[in-house]
T-cell receptor, first 112, second 114 residues
Framework: GENVEQHPSTLSVQEGDSAVIKCTYS??????FPWYKQELGKRPQLIID?????GEKKDQRIAVTLNKTAKHFSLHITETQPEDSAVYFC???????????FGTGTQLKVEL | GAGVSQSPRYKVAKRGQDVALRCDPI?????LFWYQQALGQGPEFLTY????????KSGLPSDRFFAERPEGSVSTLKIQRTQQEDSAVYLC????????????FGPGTRLTVT
């Protein structure tokens, strides 16, 4: 089955800096890659996703890139703010209503 | 509109008790998923419904776990004879059918088995 690896496990940045989180996946059939933000005790919230027919997608301060050949995808957050502090999870699926396989999470801390 | 809701939000069970966890998906969402999230880990897939049909239950850890969605809307995850290793947050997610695969999560039920 699919295996998703995520790193780093913790990331500390200064407010205003950029943060990058990287994930790799194993199943070449995977074609849908969402990113979720989870604050302590809260539900995972979808923040951005990308499908395999595009290489990059951007939404304001957040962008995701996908390299299908290398089977890796990354989340980029620019101009980080304290409210970006949370755990971020990447995931992969073969789409069409299929299950998500999650990475192990990255604890992002944005320091003032 | 209303998001995915789950109840109860917290459940404490003594080892050996049965528990039932409820999920109300977003109205009109055909697909419903259950995930288990252990402390400090990512969610792990348990089972998937499309309408009332359980199409994938490969993630259920043992035959003590049972899920149903009899009318294609509300779903219940039942755990029989709970064990300490069942302690986790149980998350429900729903999505529309088709290639659009955005899954929206509920707040979860935190189960503690003592």
């Amino acid at each position: 089955g699919e295996n998703v690896e995520q790193h780093p496990s913790t990331l500390s940045v200064q407010e205003g800096d950029s943060a990058v989180i990287k994930c790799t996946y194993s199943d070449s059939a995977s074609n849908y890659f969402p990113w979720y933000k989870q604050e302590l005790g809260k539900r995972p919230q979808l923040i951005i996703d990308i499908r395999s027919n595009v290489g990059e997608k951007k939404d304001q301060r957040i962008a995701v890139t996908l390299n299908k050949t290398a089977k890796h995808f990354s989340l980029h957050i620019t101009e980080t703010q304290p409210e970006d502090s949370a755990v971020y999870f990447c995931a992969a699926s073969t789409g069409g209503g299929n299950k998500l396989t999650f990475g192990t999470g990255t604890q992002l801390k944005v320091e003032l | 509109g209303a998001g995915v809701s789950q109840s109860p939000r917290y459940k404490v069970a003594k080892r050996g008790q049965d528990v039932a966890l409820r999920c109300d998906p977003i109205s009109g969402h055909v697909s419903l998923f259950w995930y288990q999230q252990a402390l400090g880990q990512g969610p792990e897939f348990l089972t998937y419904f499309q309408n009332e049909a359980q199409l994938d239950k490969s993630g259920l850890p043992s035959d003590r776990f049972f899920a149903e969605r009899p009318e294609g809307s509300v779903s219940t995850l039942k755990i029989q004879r709970t064990q300490q290793e069942d302690s986790a947050v149980y998350l429900c997610a729903s999505s529309l059918a088709g290639p659009a695969n955005e899954q929206y999560f509920g707040p979860g039920t935190r189960l503690t088995v003592t």
